[in-house]
């Protein structure tokens, strides 16, 4: 079992930045993939970004390319996601996510590729 924490959510204005962390514990590998989902008032879970276990592929959402930007400390068994130039359409709950399978630069960009989940943490951006 893998046990997953995110943090540093919060309340930001538009154009503003935060720091989303996601910490694992429990049975963790440096070989898992790791991904970043959200989920807006009213809307489906959608993927935001993904990093394979080596940190050398990361993949993006088109809505967030260019603003965001997910790594990975595998001593610290932390992944990260930066996120820039924020939108009030950004405003969700975020949520980190584990898989056992992942290449050197394969990781998955739907939710269905994940087996371990975090409880989220949220972002509101004000206009």
């Known amino acids: 079992q893998v046990q997953l924490v995110e943090s540093g959510g919060g309340l930001v204005q538009a154009g503003g930045s935060l720091r989303l962390s996601c910490a694992a514990s429990g049975q963790t590998s440096s070989r898992y993939g790791m991904g970043w989902f959200r989920q807006g008032p009213g809307k489906e879970r959608e993927f935001v970004a993904s990093?394979?276990?080596?940190?050398?592929?990361?993949y993006y959402a088109d809505s967030v390319k260019g603003r965001f930007t997910i790594s990975r400390d595998n001593a610290k068994n932390t992944v990260y996601l930066q996120m820039n130039s924020l939108k009030p359409e950004d405003t969700a709950v975020y949520y980190c996510?584990?898989?056992?399978?992942?290449?050197?630069?394969?990781?998955?960009?739907?939710?269905?590729?994940?087996?371990?989940w975090g409880q989220g943490t949220q972002v509101t951006v004000s206009s």
């Open positions: 990093i394979s276990y080596s940190g050398a592929g990361t």
């Open positions: 996510a584990s898989s056992p399978r992942s290449g050197y630069l394969r990781a998955s960009r739907v939710a269905e590729g994940y087996d371990y």
